[in-house]
């Protein structure tokens, strides 16, 4: 990894677990929101283990999570959390210590305030730091082995292990509180999926079949100087084959594409699907970058 690489990510990585301690300091524990992550987990067992101090269970969870994450999610991985692992609970310590330089009641609000807006917050930390391969060290690990395994994005998956960690919270809260935190594992699994796609290119990927074929597919490659991929097609009623033309271009210049299509061929049939990232010549550098 290039070391500018490197360097952007542990900046990333560190942001990320400050604005996850944010969530936690000052909206998970003056309101004992049930929500994911570690934090949420040891809310949800204090009333079952309340001789185990919070900060004991929070570590035992991180240094075996830790470990797992290490075996199954690579040794870069492992070297990255490292990191998450001790500035967590650095932020953490820190952030619960500055609350108590306010009233006592500063941070404490309605329920569901304190579930939307912890999920939003912790979602973008994890976002950010699962941008950069790594994690908080904590209940996002299983969320991300779920993802590597299985391929569900990222924040899915972390919906999946947040979900379960508040149904953990039924037999101990109620079944209230733990349905107010279900609006934190959305927030927060919506904030990860928008975090995450930060800086993708936005595209668009058109499926084309049209009688003039060759000529939308010359005005493409000429006039609009981008690629295009002829598939052969076969219609389902006619049995015919016919070429289908994939072309992926830039959101801004579709308008352009249909205009041009249409009047070459009005009755072209045109499929369009939105693509968040593109990776290639044209999108992410020129042929002119490699020579």
Same mark, same amino acid.
């Given at each position: 990894?290039?070391?500018?690489?490197?360097?952007?990510?542990? *900046?990333?990585?560190?942001?990320?677990?400050?604005?996850?301690?944010?969530?936690?300091?000052?909206?998970?524990? &003056?309101?004992?929101?049930?929500?994911?992550?570690?934090?949420?987990?040891?809310?949800?067992?204090?009333?079952?283990?309340?001789?185990?101090?919070?900060?004991?269970?929070?570590?035992?969870?991180? *240094?075996?999570?830790? *470990?797992?994450?290490?075996?199954?999610?690579?040794?870069?991985?492992?070297?990255?959390?490292?990191?998450?692992?001790?500035?967590?609970?650095?932020?953490?310590?820190?952030?619960?210590?500055?609350?108590?330089?306010? &009233?006592?009641?500063?941070?404490?609000?309605? &329920?569901?305030?304190?579930?939307?807006?912890?999920?939003?917050?912790?979602?973008?930390?994890?976002?950010?730091?699962?941008?950069?391969?790594?994690?908080?060290?904590?209940?996002?690990? &299983?969320?991300?082995?779920?993802?590597?395994?299985?391929?569900?994005?990222?924040?899915?998956?972390?919906?999946?292990?947040?979900? /379960?960690?508040?149904?953990?919270?039924?037999?101990?809260?109620?079944?209230?509180?733990?349905?107010?935190?279900?609006?934190?594992?959305?927030?927060?699994?919506?904030?990860?999926?928008?975090?995450?796609?930060?800086?993708?290119?936005?595209?668009?990927?058109?499926?084309?079949?049209?009688?003039?074929?060759?000529?939308?597919?010359?005005?493409?490659?000429?006039?609009?100087?981008?690629?295009?991929?002829?598939?052969?097609?076969?219609?389902?009623?006619?049995?015919?084959?016919?070429?289908?033309?994939? *072309?992926?271009?830039?959101?801004?210049?579709?308008?352009?594409?249909?205009?041009?299509?249409?009047?070459?061929?009005?009755?072209?049939?045109?499929?369009?699907?939105?693509?968040?990232?593109?990776?290639?010549?044209?999108?992410?550098?020129?042929?002119?970058? /490699?020579?």
């Amino acid at each position: 990894m290039k070391k500018d690489n490197y360097v952007k990510d542990v *900046i990333s990585v560190l942001i990320g677990n400050f604005l996850v301690a944010v969530s936690v300091a000052f909206f998970v524990l &003056p309101n004992d929101t049930l929500t994911g992550g570690v934090a949420g987990v040891a809310v949800a067992l204090k009333p079952l283990l309340p001789f185990i101090p919070s900060v004991w269970l929070i570590n035992i969870l991180m *240094i075996g999570l830790y *470990i797992l994450g290490a075996i199954f999610l690579g040794k870069e991985f492992a070297l990255k959390s490292l990191i998450s692992t001790f500035s967590y609970s650095g932020f953490v310590s820190l952030l619960t210590y500055v609350t108590t330089l306010f &009233p006592e009641d500063t941070f404490v609000m309605q &329920p569901i305030l304190a579930s939307v807006y912890c999920g939003l917050i912790s979602g973008i930390g994890l976002g950010l730091c699962f941008r950069a391969n790594a994690s908080t060290g904590g209940m996002d690990i &299983p969320a991300l082995m779920i993802h590597k395994y299985t391929h569900i994005s990222s924040g899915n998956s972390v919906m999946i292990i947040d979900a /379960l960690t508040v149904l953990l919270g039924i037999s101990t809260y109620g079944l209230e509180p733990a349905l107010i935190g279900v609006f934190s594992v959305f927030a927060s699994g919506f904030a990860i999926d928008k975090t995450v796609l930060i800086g993708s290119s936005r595209s668009i990927n058109c499926m084309i079949v049209s009688d003039r074929w060759m000529e939308i597919k010359d005005h493409v490659l000429s006039d609009m100087e981008r690629g295009v991929t002829v598939l052969e097609g076969k219609g389902g009623y006619t049995n015919e084959f016919r070429p289908v033309l994939m *072309i992926v271009i830039p959101q801004k210049q579709y308008s352009h594409l249909e205009s041009e299509i249409l009047e070459l061929d009005p009755r072209a049939f045109i499929v369009v699907n939105n693509v968040y990232e593109v990776d290639g010549e044209g999108f992410t550098y020129e042929l002119e970058d /490699l020579k």
